[in-house]
């Protein structure tokens, strides 16, 4: 894993030292995700930069990577987990690769490939290759979006990083707010590819290529999840169990010591036990998220799959006072906000894994490609529940309407509400209001329209499968994936989710439905096949998820800091009605509603803004795309 970075000049026109020198500062800015060893390689035209986390290749991994006989150079941040077949496939070709780090076959298939050199590769990467013979950037997005790359374009020249803190540093690009993308943040707390909270700043998309030269930029896809396309089949676990096994095999084929990240639940539990089954003598640390809250504490269940395991259990305490500091630093490392809560207890727990190892392993996507939230259950529900005549629709919403409100996590209560919220809209409508931060009454009460809706391009598709496909490329794309990113990157510890490798996409994307969800029952073959390597009471116990107090702490410890981030007038920039957040604020306070998710969010676009005020050279202020 690394920090990559450049700026390139189409024309061919010379670049003077200071863009070396700005190059170095954008590198430099990136430290804290390459601690191992930074370079830097200046062409007449482009200069390129690299910071490494050394996971694969010992000191033989220097970048840029540079192809003496084409003079094409080559930046990766991430891994290259086929790379032996690569080089085997290169030296029939006669391009033999010396060096023994996996990215070192980049510029080899790309000489022999071109833009399809991408199709080829397995792993979470990020690339950009510059190609002096063409005067050509291109820059690469691995498949599920692991890893991030941002660019901006003026005139003929071209800047890239993997953090948009790097590339608007020391305030030297002036940058323009996208007020709709800031406003589609506020609905979902993240920001879909191409967008950023930049107007000139775009995100390369997962699976996504952006090729830039004389002719103008062009973008393409070479991968998407072919789940609504895909003919369904009867699913063999002892199939699934090869592709799963020879998965972590290859992402722990590593010359680092590495860890796991436990919480107890099903899918990191799974990781956790086949990378124990292949390692079965290798001294392995289990880390985990605690909370002093009983209802959001699953540490116990991490401590019972830890020691049936032989693991080390290494546990993580998070407290109130733990967040507004943890906050404020992501953000200025990153440069982006993201309304998950969960990134700041991610980013403690990868700050202590990172003092035994530079590498974890983790269980993300499983839930996006195996049907594992409820809101996929609630999907077929819901279908049911809006059938039934107005008459007994209408005093069932009065019940859920009117029960209180808890600081537990994920009740009943909370769950029910959302649901009914949504029983009159169509499928993908109805989703997208369940996986919103902030709901469209709160969005009318702050000012902020209603963001457009997710674009459906699956035609007849099955509702499941189009729900899926669209929280793989929004909601784990560029919300988790991003919180995984961002969080363990602050501390130099890369991340690697087996369940995103693309046989194991490939796998899930064949599963018929009554596989993924039966009745309220959701990743029914992931648990079936999961019986193999652990207990009942661990693998069909209740769903909770990784979530954080933030209502109760709203209210109490955090309420001050809390109040002067919801006060901040600088949110009218996004267009939020001024007064409106303190509105809600009191509303929650004295218990009337739970607006948690909406505050949250509210509260990191705050601190963002105040970052941005400070740390960019702003424009004239927000700009609509």
């Not at 939230?373 to 069932?396: D, H, K, M, N």
């Not at 009337?592 to 990191?604: E, F, G």
Request: charged residues 25%; aromatic residues 8%; proline residues 6%.
């Amino acid at each position: 894993m690394c920090g990559i970075c450049g700026i390139v000049n189409i024309s061919g026109e010379r670049q003077p030292e200071s863009v070396r020198l700005r190059v170095n500062a954008m590198s430099q800015a990136m430290s804290h995700r390459g601690p191992d060893d930074d370079g830097l390689h200046a062409a007449e035209s482009a200069v390129l930069g690299a910071t490494r986390l050394a996971i694969r290749g010992g000191e033989d991994g220097h970048q840029p990577m540079v192809d003496a006989a084409s003079g094409v150079v080559a930046v990766c941040n991430g891994e290259i987990d086929n790379h032996q077949e690569l080089r085997r496939w290169l030296a029939v070709r006669g391009r033999p690769v010396p060096q023994a780090t996996d990215v070192a076959v980049i510029p080899g298939m790309y000489l022999e490939l071109g833009e399809g050199f991408a199709e080829k590769l397995a792993g979470a990467f990020a690339i950009a290759i510059w190609d002096p013979r063409e005067r050509k950037l291109m820059l690469v997005r691995d498949r599920a979006g692991e890893r991030p790359l941002f660019f901006t374009r003026t005139g003929e020249t071209i800047i890239f990083a993997t953090e948009i803190a790097s590339i608007v540093s020391e305030r030297k690009l002036p940058v323009n707010f996208d007020l709709a993308a800031l406003q589609r943040y506020l609905q979902f707390g993240l920001f879909a590819s191409p967008t950023s909270p930049f107007a000139s700043i775009e995100k390369i998309p997962p699976g996504g290529i952006v090729q830039i030269d004389a002719r103008g930029v062009r973008r393409s896809a070479y991968w998407r999840w072919k789940n609504v396309e895909t003919p369904k089949q009867k699913p063999s676990p002892d199939a699934f169990d090869q592709i799963f096994r020879e998965t972590i095999r290859r992402q722990t084929d590593v010359d680092v010591d590495f860890g796991l990240f436990l919480s107890g639940g099903v899918d990191s539990s799974l990781v956790a036990a086949v990378t124990r089954s292949l390692h079965p003598e290798r001294r392995l640390k289990a880390y985990t998220l605690r909370f002093e809250e009983e209802s959001f504490d699953e540490g116990n269940f991490a401590e019972t799959v830890a020691a049936s395991l032989k693991l080390e259990p290494v546990t993580v305490w998070i407290r109130p006072d733990d967040l507004p500091g943890t906050l404020s630093q992501l953000i200025k490392t990153g440069g982006e906000p993201l309304a998950d809560p969960a990134w700041l207890p991610t980013a403690l727990l990868a700050r202590r894994a990172a003092q035994d190892a530079p590498m974890a392993l983790v269980g993300e996507g499983a839930d996006e490609l195996f049907g594992g939230y409820p809101t996929y259950a609630g999907a077929e529900v819901a279908e049911r529940f809006a059938s039934l005549p107005a008459w007994v629709r209408r005093p069932i919403r009065c019940v859920v309407e009117s029960l209180p409100v808890s600081d537990k996590k994920m009740t009943v209560s909370f769950l029910l509400k959302r649901f009914v919220e949504g029983t009159e809209l169509d499928g993908m409508a109805r989703h997208e209001l369940w996986v919103s931060n902030i709901t469209p009454p709160i969005l009318t009460r702050l000012g902020i329209p209603r963001a457009p809706a997710c674009a459906d391009d699956a035609g007849g598709g099955l509702l499941l499968d189009r729900i899926q496909r669209r929280d793989l490329e929004n909601g784990l794309a560029e919300g988790l994936l991003t919180k995984a990113d961002r969080a363990s990157m602050s501390s130099a510890l890369e991340l690697r989710a087996p369940f995103l490798d693309e046989p194991v996409m490939a796998f899930a994307a064949s599963l018929p439905v009554a596989d993924r969800v039966q009745n309220l029952a959701t990743k029914i073959f992931l648990k079936r096949y999961a019986l193999r390597y652990l207990p009942k009471s661990i693998v069909h116990r209740r769903k909770r998820g990784l979530s954080v107090p933030i209502g109760r702490w709203l209210r109490g410890p955090l309420r001050d800091w809390a109040a002067a981030a919801l006060g901040n007038e600088r949110l009218g920039q996004a267009g939020v009605r001024p007064g409106a957040a303190m509105e809600l604020f009191s509303e929650h306070c004295r218990h009337q509603a739970d607006h948690a998710r909406a505050l949250w969010t509210l509260i990191v676009l705050s601190e963002w803004l105040d970052w941005a005020a400070k740390e960019t050279a702003s424009g004239d202020g927000p700009s609509e795309k």
